[in-house]
């Protein structure tokens, strides 16, 4: 597939230090390894969740399709800040709770993976707070918080 002169090229000019005789393979190694490190394959933020209750149909994301919704009733609503026009749909997001207003609303260690499928601010159902980033279904807020706890 390629001959002598391509690979002659490929090594010289892409990696030099591979004919430098104080590095070699273990160099190349490295270096690939820290290329591959400068590359995200998913990020990790801080927000504000929210729960919402039935009904979820119609979504913004689908509409009155019941496929949507996935078996295990772990989906989500978009907030505005990650709603982006739409694109939000069907993004999978991996979400745990590490604090909250009430003292022991979190169930520690426990982290639920939702679906968007609606959008927040258009829901059918009112979120139980308004301006969260993502608002839970109630089964996928309960896997993650207590639900009944409430703020005086």
Not at 131 to 137: D, E, H, N, P, R
Request: glycine share 6%; charged share 15%; hydrophobic share 40%.
């Amino acid at each position: 597939m390629y001959d002598w002169w391509t690979r002659d090229i490929f090594r010289r000019f892409l990696f030099p230090c591979i004919d430098m005789p104080i590095f070699g393979e273990t160099s190349l190694f490295l270096f690939v390894l820290l290329l591959a490190a400068l590359f995200q394959l998913s990020h990790g933020d801080v927000g504000t969740s929210a729960h919402y209750s039935p009904p979820y149909s119609p979504t913004a994301c689908y509409g009155s399709s019941l496929s949507q919704f996935p078996s295990s009733n772990m989906f989500a609503a978009a907030g505005e800040g990650i709603w982006d026009n739409g694109a939000a749909c069907g993004r999978q997001y991996l979400v745990r709770c590490i604090s909250a207003a009430v003292p022991r609303t979190c169930l520690p260690d426990q982290m639920v993976q939702v679906r968007i499928v609606d959008r927040a601010q258009t829901s059918r159902s009112s979120p139980s707070s308004n301006g969260a980033t993502i608002v839970l279904a109630a089964p996928a807020f309960g896997t993650i918080a207590d639900p009944s706890a409430t703020v005086d």
